[in-house]
C-alpha cells in the first residue's frame, strides 16, 4: 500500500472507531421496530424512525466498506417507507444487516452486560 493509501485506511479506521457507537444505536432502533412488528405491532413514530435509521445506515456503511450492509439497509428503509402495513421479515432483515456489519459478534443485551 502506498503512503496515502495507509493514511486513507488509518483515517477510516478512526472515524469508525468514533462512529460505531452511532451505528449500534441505529441497529438497536431497527431491532426495537422489528420485536415491535413481531408482538404488539409497529407504531407510525417507530416506524418512521426506523426508517430514519436504516436510511442513514444505508448512506454511512458504503463509506467504511460494508456494501452488503447497505443493501440491506437500503432494503429495510424501502419496506418500513412503504405503505406495506407488514414487516414480519424486518426482524430477518435486520438480523442480516447486524451480521453484515458485525460479523461473527454476538449481538449485545439491550440495557444489560
Do not use: C
Not at 441497529?27 to 422489528?34: F, G, I, P, S
Not at 424512525?49 to 439497509?73: C, F, P, R, S, V
Amino acid at each position: 500500500m502506498s503512503e496515502v493509501e495507509d493514511k486513507t485506511t488509518a483515517l477510516l479506521a478512526q472515524l469508525w472507531k468514533k462512529n460505531r457507537p452511532i451505528v449500534e444505536e441505529r441497529l438497536a432502533t431497527l431491532d426495537q421496530a422489528a420485536a415491535a412488528a413481531a408482538s404488539s405491532g409497529l407504531s407510525s413514530d417507530l416506524r418512521r424512525e426506523a426508517a430514519q435509521a436504516a436510511h442513514k445506515l444505508a448512506g454511512a456503511l458504503g463509506m467504511y466498506g460494508y456494501d452488503e450492509g447497505t443493501n440491506i439497509a437500503r432494503e429495510i428503509d424501502a419496506l418500513l417507507s412503504s405503505d406495506v402495513p407488514g414487516v414480519a421479515h424486518l426482524a430477518e432483515l435486520t438480523a442480516r444487516l447486524r451480521a453484515a456489519v458485525f460479523p461473527g459478534e454476538r449481538p449485545m443485551a439491550h440495557g444489560g452486560a
